[in-house]
């Protein structure tokens, strides 16, 4: 394992990288800043090894550029209907910042935030945060949050999550990586297949509707190995939830790219996933290497629970109670086809 010091931030907090590996030819980086996955290295069906996670270079260019970072969101991912909740008859109010809705949190995002290093060995590092209630940014009560990152024997990357809070309070934590496993400007050539036969529908804000509808006959169906270009060209791009059949740690979704012979399975124990084809890419905006980004570069599997799911009663795991661990874990794992 390699650490070193990266940058600072305003309050002179130290900002770290954590090198990752498993003797395997797979490395990831994460930072200590938004708890950050960096760096994914990973061979191709040649052992060429290749960079599979958008990114930035530096520190500087991390926060400053933090549109295809693939950082922690929380504590609640996605959106929430007119930017409140309400919670055994007390409303909550917080940062509108897409609409009238709340994006990931608001400027109370875990991204924006720097980690602290609790355990750390070759393989593995665990960060940690404390998100107290008067800077939530409207959210209830103290928390307190672990994510375990670790890179397996089998080449997975590991994201495991604990959260407890004080008081009653939503939560949805995610990772927000973009991948793309051919280093070619756009995922289009890709091929992704999910084991999710039923999404939520959303309004012109892209929040839910509260309905859950089959994917069958539009053109977010994945369920059979499709090139995503072509779910491109059906739907102009995606940004969706999909719900996930069955319960525990199971695959959802396999991205492969017939040309690098590279192959990522996901796997997660959360009820939904997020997928985005990062619609908004343009090449005023760059990545590493100050590369220009191209629409459709990448695509995220988001393992969540469903979008506004503190105001729709029938959604699972709207509310976790106060003083009870919600524990969960998504893993990212690489091969050859």
């Known amino acids: 394992m390699s650490k070193k010091q990266v940058g600072t931030m305003p309050s002179g907090a130290a900002v770290y990288e954590i090198g990752l590996a498993n003797g395997k030819e797979m ?23 290749g960079n599979v996670v958008l990114g930035q270079d530096t520190f500087e260019d991390v926060r400053e550029k933090a549109f295809c970072n693939a950082m922690l969101v929380g504590r609640v991912a996605n959106r929430i209907k007119g930017a409140s909740f309400e919670i055994d008859g007390n409303v909550y109010h917080l ?35 404390d998100d107290p209630e008067e800077t939530a940014g409207g959210f209830p009560g103290n928390a307190k949050l672990s994510v375990t990152y670790t890179v ?32 070619e400007d756009t995922v ?70 017939e040309g690098t012979g590279r192959k990522m399975e996901v796997f997660t124990d959360q009820p939904g996933v997020q997928v985005f084809t990062s619609n908004f890419f343009s090449e005023e905006l760059t990545k590493r290497g100050g590369v220009p980004l191209k629409k459709f570069g990448a695509i995220c599997f988001e393992t969540q629970t469903f979008p506004d799911a503190v105001n729709e009663s029938h959604f699972p795991e709207g509310i976790l109670e106060k003083n009870t661990k919600k524990s969960s874990v998504t893993g990212y794992r690489f091969g050859i086809i």
């Open 188 to 257: 289009e050539n890709h091929e992704v297949c999910m084991d999710a036969p039923f999404y939520t529908p959303a309004d012109e804000e892209n929040v839910p509707t509260g309905e859950i509808a089959k994917v069958e006959g539009t053109g977010l169906d994945m369920t059979k190995k499709i090139r995503v270009g072509e779910v491109l060209e059906k739907t102009g791009g995606v940004d969706h939830n999909f719900v996930l059949p069955g319960r525990g740690y199971r695959k959802i979704a396999e991205l492969t790219h």
């Open 152 to 183: 397996t024997d089998d080449c997975t990357l590991l994201i495991a999550y604990d959260f407890i809070c004080d008081k009653d309070t939503p939560v949805n934590l995610t990772n927000h990586a973009y991948f793309n496993l051919s280093g």
């Open 95 to 129: 940062q509108a910042n897409e609409f009238a809705n709340t994006l990931h949190s608001g400027d109370a995002n875990y991204a924006k935030r720097n980690f602290e290093i609790a355990e750390e060995d070759g393989k593995s590092v665990t960060l940690t945060l």
């Open 27 to 49: 490395s990831v980086n994460i930072l200590t800043y938004g708890a950050i996955i960096k760096d994914i290295f990973v061979p191709d069906k040649d052992g060429n090894i």
